[in-house]
């Protein structure tokens, strides 16, 4: 079955400064890929999403990520944070013709001032 | 339009009694999922509906977890009775069609956190 590894729990940043988000995952048969957005006492909210075509996608606030095959990764990064991008991010994955997606455990990032 | 509903909101029970949470899906979605999410651990799946049919409940621990969606609409999730390892947050979520394994976007609802003292 599929899995998801998150590498990072915590990623403390400044405001404006660039970050990533690291996301691996392994499985034997060809996936799509998701990236959602927890914020405090919300529930999750799809950020973005890779199914097929090109391997960068990118979400409307100015987030995007990179589908790597061959690494089998797909890390989420941001040119420049906002203080309003402190949230809890879940990288997920889910097979061709599976039902069960699986997540991360999370990373939680926080933007200070 | 109207997100996925859930109650209540929070719940803090002993353990060995009974809980029920309550789900309404977004209009018109025809899957409905379970997730429960212990801190510091992503969402795990509990049971996946397809309208009012069961579709995967394989982690479901159906001992003391069981859950229902008889009018294809909305859902309850009941545990009884409860263990202090069943404090978690509980997410639900719709989709609109049968398309999770084709990378079918689901939309949660606010969750509801369950405390077992």
């Known amino acids: 079955a599929q899995s998801v590894t998150q590498l990072d729990s915590q990623v403390p940043v400044f405001e404006e400064a660039p970050v990533e988000l690291r996301c691996n995952y392994s499985s034997s048969v060809s996936v799509y890929l998701f990236w959602y957005v927890q914020y405090p006492n919300q529930g999750l909210q799809l950020l973005l999403k890779?199914?097929?075509?090109?391997?960068l996608v990118e979400s409307i606030n100015g987030f995007e990520a990179e589908f790597n095959k061959s690494q089998t990764s797909f890390h989420l990064r941001k040119p420049s944070v906002h203080i309003s991008d402190t949230a809890e991010y879940f990288c997920?994955?889910?097979?061709?013709?599976?039902?069960?997606?699986?997540f991360g455990a999370g990373t939680r990032l926080t933007v200070k001032p | 339009e109207a997100g996925v509903a859930q109650s209540p909101r929070y719940k803090i029970i002993e353990k060995r009694q009974s809980v029920a949470f309550w789900c309404n899906p977004i209009?018109?979605?025809?899957?409905l999922y379970w997730y429960q999410q212990i801190l510091g651990q992503g969402p795990k799946l509990l049971i996946q509906?397809?309208?009012?049919?069961?579709?995967?409940d394989s982690q479901l621990p159906k001992d003391r977890f069981s859950a229902e969606r008889l009018k294809g609409v909305d859902s309850t999730l009941k545990i009884q009775p409860a263990k202090l390892e069943d404090s978690a947050v509980y997410l639900c979520?719709?989709?609109?069609?049968?398309?999770?394994?084709?990378?079918?976007?689901?939309?949660f609802g606010p969750g509801t956190r369950l405390l077992v003292l």
């Open positions: 209009s018109g979605h025809a899957t």
């Open positions: 979520a719709s989709s609109l069609g049968f398309l999770a394994g084709q990378g079918e976007t689901q939309y």
């Open positions: 509906f397809q309208n009012n049919g069961v579709v995967d």
């Open positions: 997920a994955v889910i097979e061709n013709n599976n039902n069960d997606m699986r």
């Open positions: 890779y199914l097929s075509g090109s391997t």
